[in-house]
């Protein structure tokens, strides 16, 4: 396959119709002939221009409200023929099947059908088969047809058969088949993913088949020797950091797409809440805060790890106003992201070039459905995404001491920021701030052990007479398997835990916490996050 080939005639079929007007326009002009079906042909005539029906060239006419049109051999043999195989050409002149150089073709919007809401028969009536035939048989013979499925690449084919003539090259024919094949398999793929998921109710099904398109190529991977990209789901999603517009700074990095997103997953927890602000280092909270403003829980969250929040990722609930930017550009920030940025905010901003800002209107939804999917050597992790929640209602109280209503809001509090720290994760919290967190150790404590050390160095660099661990509330993301790390945390000052409960020796931490006068209360609920 080393030639041009020139185009003669082009079968044309399209749902989506942006620029198809133009394209076959200029293809007419040029003299190529047009076969077309249905509302497509129809807006070609509209147009100006001879358009010749599919049911024309078949001699059959379409039929079964159109389910039945392009399958036919005076179709595919115009497509699939080997045009310099001496048996192919003997086939097209014995049956007089004219060669189809150029299709033009987007399938049924089976997607955004099911967005629609629509009903199941809609649905189904919405799967394309003519359509995806068509493209695989000019896919494979690529070595002599054009097959275009885009509509962002007409202007490439213009440009194309300007330069060669009215032509195409091997190189464009093979660009396109791939796209095609890429196309035809993502539609099947939403096909099989909502019989799958939707339809049958499947939460694993036998085969899993997912469609995703590249977003953007990014610098490089977690370090420079890998390479990397974000890729977006084909089909609806819920919306995260890919579907964020970014007003400044420069393109996101593997390392800010993996971060932000964690700060943003943390920040939903409190969408609707009281002014809240999310510093994220390393995929791990290392302040978090709600206040009465946001200038005011960011400067809690930020005094909860002052260093670490050094070239951090910071989300919020709210809009970003302009007091609150003037604080944040006082350090050095990657990624701020928020609901919104004031105009005042904005010009704040644009003044720190380097600042990554990122708008999502909505945020998601802590407790949305989903899975979450890993790679591993050999194959993919999957479980449903972690979206549980705990109330006041769900906690079981298991000490003497009952906790205060001022406890247990700063556990609630304690409780979310702990279910988005890396396991073993321990988390002290007083009046809805991080007072410490320690995150991702191999014993928990140690991590009880590291907050606390955190919160020391906090209340130092702030000048506070003592750490906010002193009357903490502390959240724990798995039971204590013994009493150490509970007494660790009694140490720095907490008077009051909340755990999943559920070891062997629940009974040995209770009388511990009873030993020690402190309240503590177990969720059945456990928040490993690795």
């Keep these: 396959m080393t030639t041009d080939v020139a185009i003669k005639r082009a079968l044309i079929s399209v749902s989506d119709k942006t620029g198809i007007v133009e394209l076959a326009a200029k293809l007419f002009n040029a003299g190529i002939e047009l076969v077309s079906t249905g509302g497509t042909a129809r807006a070609l005539r509209e147009a100006g221009m001879v358009v010749r029906d599919v049911s024309d060239l078949t001699q059959f006419p379409e039929m079964m409200d159109g389910r039945v049109k392009t399958l036919h051999p005076m179709v595919h043999g115009g497509l699939l023929a080997v045009r310099d195989n001496a048996e192919h050409a003997a086939a097209m002149e014995a049956h007089d099947i004219g060669a189809i150089d150029l299709v033009v073709v987007n399938l049924y919007p089976f997607v955004q059908t099911v967005a629609s809401g629509a009903d199941r028969d809609t649905i189904i009536e919405n799967i394309d088969i003519g359509g995806p035939s068509m493209v695989r048989s000019a896919a494979k013979n690529h070595a002599f047809v054009t097959i275009m499925t885009d509509p962002a690449d007409y202007g490439a084919l213009e440009a194309e058969l300007g330069e060669r003539n009215g032509a195409t090259s091997p190189d464009f024919r093979k660009r396109m088949a791939a796209k ?62 890919p579907q964020a517009e970014q007003l400044q700074g420069k393109a996101l990095s593997y390392n800010n797409y993996n971060d932000a997103a964690a700060a943003l997953e943390l920040a939903a927890e409190f969408a609707g809440g009281d002014p809240a602000i999310v510093i994220v280092k390393h995929a791990n909270p290392c302040g978090v805060a709600q206040a009465g403003t946001l200038l005011e829980a960011w400067r809690e969250a930020l005094a909860c790890d002052p260093v670490s929040a050094f070239g951090g990722i910071v989300a919020t609930n709210r809009e970003l106003d302009a007091a609150t930017a003037e604080a944040i550009t006082q350090i050095f920030t990657e990624v701020v992201i928020a609901p919104g940025v004031s105009d005042e905010a904005r010009d704040i901003f ?70 988005h720290v890396k396991s073993n994760a321990i988390v002290y919290a007083k009046n809805g701030v991080t007072a410490g967190i320690g995150a991702g150790q191999m014993n928990r404590r140690d991590s009880s052990r590291i907050a606390a050390m955190r919160a020391a160095e906090a209340a130092e660099a702030a000048g506070w007479d003592a750490p906010r661990t002193k009357g903490s509330a502390v959240a724990s993301d798995a039971f204590f398997p013994f009493a150490d790390g509970l007494l660790s945390a009694v140490e720095a000052g907490a008077t009051m835990v909340i755990q999943p409960g559920g070891s062997m020796r629940d009974e040995e931490v209770i009388a511990a916490a009873d030993e020690a006068g402190i309240a503590m209360v177990f969720t059945g609920m456990r928040h490993f996050n690795h």
């Design 180 to 241: 095609a094949f890429a196309a035809t398999a993502a539609y099947d793929a939403a096909i099989s993913s909502w019989f799958a998921f939707a339809d049958q109710q499947q939460q694993f099904p036998q085969s899993l088949t997912m469609a995703s398109t590249l977003g953007d190529t990014l610098r490089y991977g977690e370090n420079p020797h890998q390479q990397a990209a974000i890729y977006v789901p084909s089909g609806p999603s819920t919306a995260g950091i």
């Design 350 to 419: 644009a003044t720190k070039k380097n600042l990554r800002l990122l708008v999502l209107p909505e945020l998601p939804d802590a407790a949305r459905p989903g899975l979450s999917i890993k790679s591993i050597a050999g194959g993919l992790l999957m479980q449903s995404r972690d979206n549980g929640q705990v109330t006041a209602e769900n906690l079981k109280v298991v000490t003497k001491r009952q906790p205060s209503d001022t406890e247990i809001a700063d556990a609630l509090f304690a409780w979310k920021v702990a279910k």
